[in-house]
């Protein structure tokens, strides 16, 4: 009997552990942080070691404020082939909501750097950003950390290699053109505006988390690429519902759309 119990809770042992440590592998896409207006916000990155490259207002909204800010450690992690889209990291400033909400390095450097993701260099990253902005605390937009790098919204949908092909030669209009930022291996990640009537599908599925805007082209070997909305949309909605998802069905069209008209 006595071996019956010992086994018994051994087993109990370990389902709690498994438990733990499944619950342990789940990571944010993003943290938030005590609240200050953007231009704060901008000042204290640039004095952490931050180089800011634009202010944008997603869809329209001119509460919100995304900054768009990188360093040398992140422009060295992308200047690898295909991995241009993670030389940056963004902020949301909401002045009407009054938060602030951060990406989290660890989620999109394991998204975007593929392979070559270190987690060393996003805890540096990460550090440099708490530094500048305080207290960072995780929110609730989480999916499993060791599915990242193979991620897909479900069985069909693209992964981040399966990218929307630009035309090659292509450039971006300045008036479209948020920001431009040249990696040491000749790629360029430009940030565009696909302007209001595209962008407003936030409205519908979480404005909030209109941080994933601007959208990004990767310009490289002459060629432009774009992440497939369907990928990078449910990316920056982990926790974006089946339901949600068809409510916007058409978007990620339109974008595929509004992206080959920009890059021309």
Do not use: C
């Not at 040398?72 to 938060?99: E, H, N, P, Y």
Request: glycine share 8%.
């Amino acid at each position: 009997m006595s071996k019956m119990i010992t086994k018994i809770l051994a087993v109990s042992a370990l389902l709690v552990a498994t438990a733990v440590s499944a619950q342990a592998a789940k990571i944010s896409a993003y943290y938030t942080a005590p609240y200050a207006s953007a231009k704060t916000v901008k000042s204290k990155l640039g004095k952490a070691g931050f180089k800011v490259l634009a202010t944008y207002s997603p869809a329209g909204h001119d509460n919100q404020k995304v900054v768009i800010f990188t360093n040398k450690k992140l422009t060295a992690l992308a200047s690898k082939k295909s991995r241009g889209f993670a030389a940056i990291q963004r902020v949301m400033v909401d002045s009407k909501a009054k938060t602030v909400l951060v990406t989290n390095p660890s989620y999109w450097l394991a998204a975007f750097m593929q392979k070559d993701y270190n987690a060393a260099d996003a805890t540096a990253v990460q550090n440099g950003i708490s530094k500048a902005l305080g207290k960072l605390t995780a929110t609730k937009d989480v999916l499993d950390a060791g599915d990242l790098s193979g991620y897909h919204f479900m069985i069909g949908m693209p992964y981040y290699k399966e990218m929307i092909e630009l035309k090659a030669g292509g450039k971006v209009k300045a008036k479209k053109k948020v920001f431009e930022l040249k990696l040491a291996n000749g790629s360029t990640l430009i940030g565009v505006n696909m302007g209001k009537t595209t962008e407003n599908f936030v409205d519908k599925i979480g404005a909030d988390k209109a941080i994933l805007l601007p959208y990004t082209i990767l310009v490289e070997d002459g060629k432009g690429y774009a992440l497939h909305p369907k990928y990078y949309i449910a990316l920056s909605y982990p926790l974006l519902s089946m339901g949600q998802f068809m409510g916007i069905s058409s978007i990620p069209d339109v974008i595929d759309r509004k992206l080959k008209k920009i890059f021309r």
